[in-house]
T-cell receptor, first 109, second 117 residues
Framework: SQKIEQNSEALNIQEGKTATLTCNYTNYSPAYLQWYRQDPGRGPVFLLLIRENEKEKRKERLKVTFDTTLKQSLFHITASQPADSATYLCALNDYKLSFGAGTTVTVRA | EAGVAQSPRYKIIEKRQSVAFWCNPISGHATLYWYQQILGQGPKLLIQFQNNGVVDDSQLPKDRFSAERLKGVDSTLKIQPAKLEDSAVYLC???????????????FGPGTRLTVL
């Protein structure tokens, strides 16, 4: 069956450090992978999209990698700030958007 | 640009009752989506409209859930009768392009939190 797995544990990190989140998938062949941010009581907000032929994508302090051989994407937040505290969702595009359960990140000042 | 609007924000009902949610997408967006997000899980697509036609409703429990998109703009999602397992946040999203445009960005509303007692 199809499965999308993100870090099961919440991530607690010190301000200024890099947070690394993992998204692994099975039985999908996505052409695109997206990352979203979700704050409590709000809907997800789109952050980044990476195509299957792109190895890496950057946006400000965010970096995403996509390895279709490993069936894995890594999401990095560099120089993290307390304002980065949120749940981060990965989503795969096959013919519709399928989401992982998300990883909650807390950045301590 | 105004975002996706949803109402109500919260709803508490008893099992076997009916409930309806409303969504107003971003102006000009062709595609509208309804998702169900159970606590601790990611959003799950229930139904996707392009303009006023249904593109995908494969995960919609059609024995109790129904949805329509009026004149290709606003949409309502109804549950009748509700079950305890329907307790979740119901998210509406819209996107500018048509279905199948995989790079199309989806914009989400704040959601309606439904509690079924």
């Amino acid at each position: 069956s199809q499965k999308i797995e993100q870090n099961s544990e919440a991530l607690n990190i010190q301000e200024g450090k890099t947070a690394t989140l993992t998204c692994n998938y099975t039985n999908y062949s996505p052409a695109y992978l997206q990352w979203y941010r979700q704050d409590p009581g709000r809907g997800p907000v789109f952050l980044l999209l990476i195509r299957e032929n792109e190895k890496e994508k950057r946006k400000e302090r965010l970096k995403v990698t996509f390895d279709t051989t490993l069936k894995q994407s890594l999401f990095h937040i560099t120089a993290s700030q307390p304002a980065d505290s949120a749940t981060y969702l990965c989503a795969l595009n096959d013919y519709k958007l399928s989401f992982g359960a998300g990883t909650t990140v807390t950045v301590r000042a | 640009e105004a975002g996706v609007a949803q109402s109500p924000r919260y709803k508490i009902i008893e099992k076997r009752q009916s409930v309806a949610f409303w969504c107003n997408p971003i102006s000009g967006h062709a595609t509208l989506y309804w998702y169900q997000q159970i606590l601790g899980q990611g959003p799950k697509l229930l139904i996707q409209f392009q303009n006023n036609g249904v593109v995908d409703d494969s995960q919609l429990p059609k024995d109790r859930f129904s949805a329509e998109r009026l004149k290709g703009v606003d949409s309502t999602l109804k549950i009748q009768p509700a079950k305890l397992e329907d307790s979740a946040v119901y998210l509406c999203a819209s996107s500018r392009l048509g279905a199948g445009e995989a790079t199309d960005t989806q914009y989400f509303g704040p959601g309606t939190r439904l509690t079924v007692l």
